[in-house]
């Protein structure tokens, strides 16, 4: 994939910050994954990539 997971996920970084994620997270699924899949992927909430 074309970003990096941040190493730092323990605080809450803000919606913005996770923009980078959350547009990943659409582009699996828009490959078929599911959405709690894509999400566990590319390392974020299942909530946060319903946003």
Known sequence: ?????RENRAT???LRLLS???AACF???KQRYSNNE???I???KP?????
Do not use: N, P
């Open 42 to 44: 590319v390392g974020i």
């Open 1 to 5: 994939m074309d970003f990096e997971i």
């Open 12 to 14: 809450a970084q803000g």
């Open 47 to 51: 909530k946060t990539g319903r946003r």
């Open 20 to 22: 980078a994620e959350r």
């Open 27 to 29: 582009r699996l699924v």
């Open 38 to 40: 894509s999400c566990w």
